[in-house]
């Protein structure tokens, strides 16, 4: 009997050891880490990226020197543990020069961004 009563506290000790991990890892959702989805049915040519406090688009371009995002395409944009802030914008320039940009996403919560077309945006969020 003794036997069966260490194998159900072993069990129950593994039990609350994922559940304390799980919170731990739910806890560190704050990467601002996220999948940028083309929905616009245009070609993007530039994407700028910028906290909701700045008034200036302070990252450069993340696509790089002669690439596009055709229309459906999508990026991953990561970011450096040291930028901890939680609302930005993003600004797309399309390939005739014309722009659209979405303000204040909380990049702490969404891992999924769908750009659509006139500053309308699809989120999957946590």
Do not use: C, H
């Not at 506290?9 to 560190?28: E, K």
Request: proline content about 3%.
């Amino acid at each position: 009997m003794k036997k069966y009563r260490f194998a159900g506290l072993f069990v129950a000790a593994f039990i609350l050891t994922l559940a304390i991990t799980a919170v731990a890892f739910a806890g560190q959702r704050g990467s601002q880490d996220f999948v940028l989805e083309n929905g616009t049915g245009r070609i993007i040519t530039e994407i700028y990226l910028s906290p909701t406090s700045t008034k200036e688009w302070i990252y450069q371009d993340e696509l790089g020197k002669n690439q596009v995002l055709y229309p459906g395409q999508e990026i991953f944009l990561g970011f450096d543990p040291k930028d901890n802030v939680q609302y930005w914008d993003i600004m797309v320039v399309y390939d005739d020069n014309t722009y659209d940009y979405w303000n204040a996403l909380d990049l702490f919560r969404i891992y999924r961004v769908t750009i659509r077309p006139n500053g309308l945006v699809s989120i999957d969020a946590a």
